[in-house]
Each structure stands twice: as structure tokens, then as C-alpha cells.
């Protein structure tokens, strides 16, 4: 069986702050995938990265970053100089080899003040 | 950019009634999928459907639920007769391929009364 852990559930930061988001996955299977999404307050869930289990390099992507370390089975997510307009819940999430369906962990709601 | 789009965005219906919530996939995508979210919780997979048949459905879709793509761009979810714990919102999703990224759509919010 697979999970997806958020053990943080709700954060607030003052604008301009770095935030981490954390993020732990157990699996069985070798070959998987991991995601973050965003879901703002409208409410639609919006895809931010999706990285698989075979490539642990981390990314970058503007102010968003992603450290993913199989070793401790996590893939955090970190924003830098965090915006108003970052405020929103974020989902981690697996798929795996058996089938394409994705797990959600619970979500961190973010709240960022300006 | 291609999206994923679903109608209606906000339906209310009383208990018992019939409800289908439509989605227009990403044209070029082969494997569907509806999500459920109650409000306040998290994300939950509620079935998968690839080359006009389900592959894979969660506890959650049971007999009450069903899934059609009646034509070559909708995808529907058919919930027979309603109950008041079926209030969520429904998230449609397409992927190209079997390891591809999943998009959702916006949602439909669906309230029984």
C-alpha cells in the first residue's frame, strides 16, 4: 500500500520568508512518481512539478524548489521570498507502479501575510 | 494551454436525485480519472478509466457511481441517487500517458440537501 504523509498542517509566514514544506511517501514499488499541487482558495488543484523515483536531482523552478531524498523517503518543497499569492493549500502526492492513480497526503494550508 | 474543463461548476440537488458531472479532457489524453474531495479533507481517487473501460476504482465508487465517455471529448460521472455524504467536490483529471502528468480540471461542487 502507499501514503503520502504531510505531517505540517497549517503554516503562516510573513511575506518575504522562506518555507519548507515537508512531505514523507512509503511505497514498495521501485518505479514511481511523486507530485506537488496547489489548490488556491478558488479551489481548482494546479499541477507544480512531477519528479520520478529514478531521478533524485533537485529542482528549481523560480522562487519553488524541490529536495527529494530517497533515502529518507521525502520531497520537500521549499518557496523562497514567499508572496501573498502563495497562500494556498499544497498537496503532495504518489503514483505508482501498479497503476497511474495518485495518493494525497492531507495537505498544508499556507498562509502567507503580507 | 490545454485544459481540462468541467461542468457544472456549483450544482445543488436533493437527496435521491440523479446528478452527472461533465468533463472535457486534454484532446490528445488517453486515461481519465475522477477525484472526490470532501471540504476540509483531502484529495481521494475515485476511478480510473483507459480505452473505454475502467481500470481500477477505489471503495468509494460503488454501485450508485458510474462513468461513461459517451463521444470522443466528454467524460462523465453519473451518480445515481445522491446522498448527503456525497457533498464534495469532484475533480475530473487527464494524463497522456500511463506515467503522465495528471491535470485536473477546476471542479464541480456538489452540494445535497
Known amino acids: 500500500a502507499q501514503k503520502v504523509t504531510q505531517a505540517q498542517t497549517e503554516i503562516s509566514v510573513v511575506e518575504k520568508e522562506d518555507v519548507t514544506l515537508d512531505c514523507v511517501y512509503e511505497?514498495?514499488?521501485?518505479?514511481?512518481?511523486l507530485f506537488w499541487y496547489k489548490q488556491p482558495p478558488s479551489g481548482e488543484l494546479v499541477f507544480l512539478i512531477r519528479?520520478?523515483?529514478?531521478?533524485?536531482q533537485n529542482e528549481i523552478s523560480g522562487r519553488y524548489s524541490w529536495n527529494f531524498q530517497k533515502s529518507t523517503s521525502s520531497f520537500n518543497f521549499t518557496i523562497t521570498a514567499s508572496q501573498v499569492v502563495d497562500s494556498a493549500v499544497y498537496f503532495c502526492?504518489?503514483?505508482?507502479?501498479?497503476?497511474?492513480?495518485?495518493?494525497f497526503g492531507k495537505g498544508i494550508t499556507l498562509s502567507v501575510r503580507p | 494551454e490545454p485544459e481540462v474543463t468541467q461542468t457544472p461548476s456549483h450544482q445543488v440537488t436533493q437527496m435521491g436525485q440523479e446528478v452527472i458531472l461533465r468533463c472535457v479532457p486534454i484532446?490528445?489524453?488517453?486515461?481519465f480519472y475522477w477525484y472526490r474531495q470532501i471540504l476540509g479533507q483531502k484529495v481521494e481517487f475515485l476511478v480510473s478509466?483507459?480505452?473505454?473501460?475502467?481500470?481500477?476504482k477505489s471503495e468509494i465508487f460503488d454501485d450508485q457511481f458510474s462513468v461513461e465517455r459517451p463521444d470522443g471529448s466528454n467524460f462523465t460521472l453519473k451518480i445515481r441517487s445522491t446522498k448527503l455524504e456525497d457533498s464534495a467536490m469532484y475533480f475530473c483529471?487527464?494524463?497522456?500517458?500511463?506515467?503522465?502528468?495528471?491535470?485536473f480540471g477546476e471542479g464541480s461542487w456538489l452540494t445535497v440537501v
Open positions: 511505497t514498495r514499488d521501485t518505479t514511481y512518481y
Open positions: 519528479r520520478n523515483s529514478f531521478d533524485e
Open positions: 483529471a487527464s494524463s497522456d500517458t500511463f506515467w503522465g502528468t495528471i491535470y
Open positions: 478509466f483507459y480505452n473505454n473501460e475502467i481500470s481500477e
Open positions: 502526492a504518489l503514483s505508482t507502479g501498479a497503476n497511474s492513480k495518485l495518493t
Open positions: 484532446s490528445n489524453h488517453l486515461y
